[in-house]
């Protein structure tokens, strides 16, 4: 049971994350859902304009031909000056429809309700519905579904005034509803909301405007409807070809509409897109300014014209299991890494690489996947996991300073402890080239034998340890190892466990070497002071092979070095006590010291197990002894 319990302490985070990503998912499937649109909007929005068919045309009842038709009652055009108040007589959007068929266009469909008999009286009604019944085949009018909510909530159904619903053949009529989503942006086609409102009114609702308006033309665009396809918006409003309808009004800029060939062949919806007439809605594109009803429509027809719109693919049932899973999966996948940044990166890239795939299908392929969610799941993994990498890192960092700062110095353990992932290999057995310094105090056995005599052993622990403390403070100045410490002896190495290049160890080690006699010098001082006897060392230098790494068993390991560079040091010891030199060294040590260190060449010696051997001291010690 270890194993599994390990397994699963190891790997508490992404579990724990895993789990409460199901349960957000679950319980916010409708915001997931907003989220997803809004991103496809977003993509929309940035991949910027595209051209619209040049069949569709929108004829809008803009802020202009509001302002034109203020001052038409100066006009000697009978139509113009009928158009000083809103809504204008129907006899105008009966020249309208005259106009646009002379101009050439195959269908014109109103983005206006005509539910109510005119205000100018039945003549004007009828002057409308005889323009009506000559372009039957090609003329659609708007119907409306009108919901209210409250107690006497319910739907009625805004259908066309009875002089023109009593027409025969039958007028054309097409449904201007849109289903706005639950924030109230109008992402779906107009004409999906169909089926609905059928299912509340009856068979009486009409197709949508833009479908109704392809019937019309006997165009093989694909009228189906389903709830999960979008529109596919061609740019900011005003970016479907538009025309103002003063230009169809105004009989100069007719002229000049006719001749030049806009409305040839054209699909047109006339509608309204002054703010005046609030019929502004939100959609993609739309901004603050909003998206004019009619230009929806209009959207609506070119993308069936294109045969291109953005299918939505909703999230499947038990999608929150399926974030969990992947979310689990990615973070114990990201868990390979050590450190937090390939995670990071390794979790961020991926979600990155999801979201631009996802892209790439909405602006390419019209097709809409629900990763908004799923690339938000890794890329908080990835935080997540990244933050529990650097803790666990530092607490790596940290335990590792504390081990190794035991007999390395500050900045070498610091080095080591900042890179835990290669401390194995530097602590492991590797054979290296280092030197290695001996120091080891004159008569300490008689002294020690006195001390005790004297029953004065707690005094020699503490000086020994005080000594102990220089020898440990000047290795570590030159980021030294201190390797162990051997009754009143102290072994260190200057290369290990991080290599550096021999000249450089070499002078490290040396000025250690002063330094440990200068320290010494100050605690004699001391001692003498308080009438106590002053100690003499001795400190061997010696250059060569090694092993290093944690040596020893399960239950108690050190690291430490063996070798022929920590044999030569032993031997010279014996030497350096018989010349009386402070400070011995073996040739390849002193071969590489700088020039303004002097030294003197004592001999040759017989070093057991190694044979001959030239052995140096500092010149300075040997002259200071021979006075």
């Not at 868990?335 to 979790?347: E, S």
């Not at 980021?479 to 009754?487: A, C, H, N, Q, S």
Request: hydrophobic content about 45%.
């Amino acid at each position: 049971m270890a194993g599994p319990l390990g397994w699963f302490r190891r790997h508490t985070l992404v579990l724990t994350l895993g789990g409460v990503v199901a349960i957000v998912a679950s319980l916010n499937a409708t915001t997931l859902h907003l989220l997803n649109l809004r991103f496809a909007g977003w993509v929309q929005e940035l991949r910027g304009r595209r051209t619209s068919p040049d069949r569709v045309v929108i004829v809008a009842i803009d802020d202009f031909s509001l302002q034109q038709a203020d001052n038409a009652d100066l006009s000697d055009d009978p139509l113009l000056r009928s158009l000083s108040q809103w809504p204008w007589p129907r006899r105008v959007h009966g020249t309208v429809l005259e106009r646009l068929i002379e101009s050439g266009a195959d269908a014109v469909g109103f983005d206006l309700l005509f539910e109510a008999p005119s205000s100018y009286g039945p003549d004007d009604d009828q002057v409308f519905a005889d323009a009506l019944q000559r372009q039957q085949q090609r003329v659609v009018l708007g119907t409306q579904v009108l919901s209210t909510r409250g107690p006497v909530a319910g739907m009625s159904f805004l259908d066309l005034a009875p002089s023109l619903s009593r027409l025969s053949p039958p007028l054309h009529r097409g449904l201007l509803n849109g289903e706005p989503d639950s924030d109230g942006v109008i992402r779906r086609l107009p004409g999906n909301a169909v089926p609905f409102f059928r299912r509340q009114l009856g068979t009486s609702v009409p197709d949508g405007l833009a479908n109704a308006l392809l019937k019309r033309v006997d165009s093989d665009a694909n009228l189906s409807s389903s709830g999960t396809t979008l529109l596919d918006p061609y740019g900011p409003p005003r970016t479907i070809k538009t025309i103002s309808i003063w230009d169809l009004l105004e009989p100069t800029a007719f002229e000049s509409v006719k001749a030049s060939g806009l409305l040839k062949e054209a699909i047109v919806l006339v509608g309204p897109t002054a703010a005046v007439f609030q019929d502004l809605h939100p959609a993609v594109f739309a901004g603050a300014e909003g998206m004019p009803g009619v230009e929806l429509h209009a959207t609506e027809l070119a993308n069936r014209l294109d045969g291109r719109s953005l299918r939505s693919i909703s999230a499947p049932p038990g999608w929150n299991w399926v974030l969990a899973a992947v979310v689990i999966a990615v973070g114990l996948g990201a868990a390979r890494w050590d450190r937090p940044l390939p995670r990071m990166g390794y979790l961020l890239g991926a979600a990155g690489l999801l979201t631009a795939v996802s892209a790439a299908l909405i602006v390419w392929a019209g097709l809409q996947l629900p990763v908004v969610g799923l690339a938000a799941g890794i890329a908080l993994t990835g935080f997540l996991s990244s933050g529990e990498a650097t803790v666990h890192l530092q607490w790596q960092r940290r335990r590792l300073r504390r081990t190794l700062g035991r007999y390395l110095s500050p900045a070498v353990a610091a080095e080591i402890a900042d890179q835990p992932e290669e401390a194995d290999g530097l602590l492991g057995g590797r054979l290296v080239d280092v030197v290695v310094l001996m120091s080891d105090i004159r008569g300490f056995t008689a002294f020690t034998q006195t001390m005790t005599d004297q029953g004065r052993v707690k005094e020699l622990v503490e000086r020994l340890n005080r000594y102990f403390g220089e020898v440990v403070d000047a290795v570590h100045a030159e980021e030294g190892t201190v390797d162990k410490f051997i009754g009143d002896a102290v072994l260190a190495v200057f290369g290990a466990p991080l290599p550096r290049e021999a000249p450089i160890n070499a002078r490290a080690a040396i000025r250690a070497a002063l330094s440990l006699q200068e320290r010494l010098a100050r605690l004699n001082k001391e001692w003498t002071a308080e009438g106590q006897p002053a100690w003499e060392q001795v400190v061997v230098l010696s250059y060569g092979w090694v092993v290093s790494g944690n040596i020893g068993c399960s239950n108690r390991m050190d690291y430490t070095v063996i070798g022929d560079a920590v044999n030569t040091a032993s031997r010279l010891e014996a030497v350096a006590k018989q010349c009386k030199a402070s400070i011995v060294m073996s040739e390849a040590v002193a071969q590489m010291l700088p020039s303004e260190l002097c030294t003197q060449d004592l001999g040759t010696f017989q070093i057991r197990g190694q044979g001959l051997q030239r052995v140096f001291a500092l010149r300075s010690d040997t002259d200071q002894n021979e006075r």
